[in-house]
């Protein structure tokens, strides 16, 4: 398993908490959370959208994206599977019945 920094953790767990409002921000940084967690079910990314973001959201959403290429991996094989489901429950409910 990839170590996370301090400022990558910090960095994810903003963005989940983020994805569990109900702004259009808190959508967008859901679309970019599960893009990453199950593109072919959640839908993929584009990359446009963070146009809309603020820009400490925008940021966090670079040093994740930058964590998930190092590390290679999905976010539930890194210990975040049910905060992820949380945000799929939350944006994607039809996909909990599959």
């Known amino acids: 398993m990839f ?3 301090d400022e990558e953790k910090a ?6 908490l983020h994805a569990r409002g109900d702004s259009g921000q808190s959508r967008r940084v859901a679309d970019f959370l599960l893009a990453w ?22 940021a966090d959403v670079v040093i994740v994206f930058a964590f998930a290429v190092r590390a290679g991996n999905f976010p539930d094989a ?5 905060q992820f ?7 994607r409910p039809g ?3 599959q």
Do not use: H, K, P
Not at 11 to 16: D, F, I, P, S
Not at 78 to 82: M, Q
């Open 3 to 5: 170590q996370m920094t």
């Open 11 to 16: 960095a994810l767990e903003r963005l989940l």
């Open 37 to 58: 967690w199950n593109a072919a079910d959640c839908g993929g990314f584009d990359i446009a959208t963070t146009w809309a973001l603020g820009a400490n959201i925008a």
């Open 78 to 82: 890194l210990g975040y599977g049910s």
């Open 85 to 91: 489901e949380a945000v799929v429950r939350d944006w």
């Open 95 to 97: 996909l909990m019945t």
